[in-house]
């Protein structure tokens, strides 16, 4: 069976991606390599550079006639939304229109969507929060990706596509972006290795539910091979701010820089953790705890920085 990746050129889309291919399903990518690169693309997927938006996606549809479509691509930076919010909706709700649109046409079996536990709730009274918690954004990313859902449940009823919308908490690990606005554990990480200063926004206590990619690649394939439908967290449970992500990072690198202070960021939220027991009952458990995940995560920058200096 054939699956689709939207983003297979992203962090996490890779990832999902390479997963697959282990797993024996044909793939195919669709990146328009804004943020993706090249070098993060299976060879052993089929690859169209094209964006999400672009009216050349049947096309490709017609061509590939794929089973499943995992929708990865996005405008992922909160602060750009917040600048931006017309290009944010542009991307992030018409660009999965489009998608939804040609997934009717060619009668897909399951769409699997990348959502965002992490901002479609804004800010959460109750910690850790479950899906059915009110879910009031306070972004245009989180209000977009909301919006997405929404037309997810419209498809399922009207039409009959079957979907998951996996609601990411704070995902991190290799391949993820360093520059940017990016993971704050990519760049902490790059700067540290580099001897960079380290800025850390506002007072350094807010947190965030830290979600090894692996476990998310997981969660995804789970989705695919269960009959699940509807929105699911995925997220650890655990709280961590900033100030405690910092000091993990020097100590797991063995640097011993201190902390500088910048402003708040506005759009951020204050606090963010996710109730996943939903998906558990399903069989999914979150396998990297976050120093594990942490230490993965740098022995992989080490080695790219190390790759970049070998030229």
């Not at 909706?89 to 536990?117: H, M, P, Q, W």
Request: charged share 25%; proline share 4%.
């Amino acid at each position: 069976m054939k699956a689709l990746i939207t983003g297979g050129a992203g962090f996490i889309g890779s990832h999902i991606v390479d997963k697959l291919i282990e797993k024996g399903y044909s793939v195919a990518i669709i990146d328009n390599l804004f943020s993706g690169k090249k070098k993060n693309i299976n060879p052993r997927a089929k690859f169209y550079k094209v964006d999400i938006r672009d009216k050349r996606l049947e096309k490709i549809f017609e061509r590939e006639k794929p089973g499943f479509v995992f929708h990865e691509a996005a405008q992922i930076d909160i602060r750009k939304s917040v600048e931006d919010p017309v290009f944010d909706a542009d991307v992030n709700i018409l660009g999965t229109l489009n998608l939804l649109r040609n997934c009717v046409k060619y009668e897909i079996k399951k769409f699997i969507f990348a959502s965002s536990g992490g901002a479609i709730y804004g800010e959460e009274n109750v910690i850790p929060t479950p899906e059915d918690y009110s879910a009031r954004p306070i972004s245009p990313y989180g209000i977009a990706k909301l919006t997405a859902e929404q037309y997810l449940y419209y498809y399922k009823q009207i039409f009959g596509l079957p979907y998951v919308a996996l609601r990411y908490a704070n995902v991190y690990g290799p391949r993820q972006d360093p520059y940017g606005e990016a993971g704050v554990i990519a760049i902490f990480t790059k700067k540290l290795l580099n001897g960079d200063e380290v800025i850390i926004n506002g007072d350094g206590r807010q947190t965030r539910d830290y979600v090894y990619v692996d476990d998310v690649v997981e969660a995804n394939v789970l989705a695919l091979e269960s009959r699940a439908i509807g929105s699911f967290n995925i997220g650890t449970g655990i709280e961590t701010n900033v100030n405690e992500l910092f000091h993990k990072l020097n100590k797991i690198i063995g640097t011993n820089v201190l902390e500088k202070y910048g402003p708040v960021k506005q759009g951020e939220q204050r606090r963010s953790c996710l109730d996943s027991s939903k998906i558990k009952k399903l069989g999914w458990q979150p396998s990297y705890n976050l120093n594990k995940g942490l230490k993965e995560t740098v022995e992989w920058f080490k080695l790219s920085i190390r790759s970049v200096h070998a030229y």
